[in-house]
């Protein structure tokens, strides 16, 4: 199992941009899908974005053409990048990998009108 360190949250307003990174331990990070969740107040976690060992990636309805997932095996690390973003953006962001890695402590992202 992997363990997992999410970083680069913050405070936004509406329609600005952060760069979210997954930092991950172990040789296997390569061979693994990542994907980033998201929790907000009063909500279940709930999925984001997925990017498999082929680079392949998924999006939900909600952040399509918005957030773009990405990875770097050299550096172990999973990224999103989160543009045009929303009020509703708002949640603690977490990754995990397809190797069943616990959860992180994630990393909070409020966006605000």
């Known amino acids: 199992q992997l363990q997992l360190v999410e970083s680069g949250g913050g405070l936004v307003q509406a329609g600005g941009s952060l760069r979210l990174s997954c930092a991950a331990s172990?040789?296997?990070?390569?061979?693994?899908?990542m994907a980033w969740y998201r929790q907000a107040p009063g909500t279940e976690r709930e999925f984001v974005a997925r990017i498999n060992s082929g680079n392949s990636t998924y999006y939900s309805n909600s952040v399509k053409g918005r957030f773009t997932i990405s990875r770097d095996n050299a550096k172990n690390t999973a990224y999103l990048q989160m543009n045009s973003l929303k009020p509703e953006d708002t949640a603690i962001y977490y990754c995990?990998?397809?190797?069943?890695?616990?959860w992180g402590q994630g990393t909070q992202v409020t966006v605000s009108s």
């Open positions: 172990g040789r296997t990070f390569s061979s693994l899908s």
């Open positions: 995990k990998a397809s190797d069943g890695s616990f």
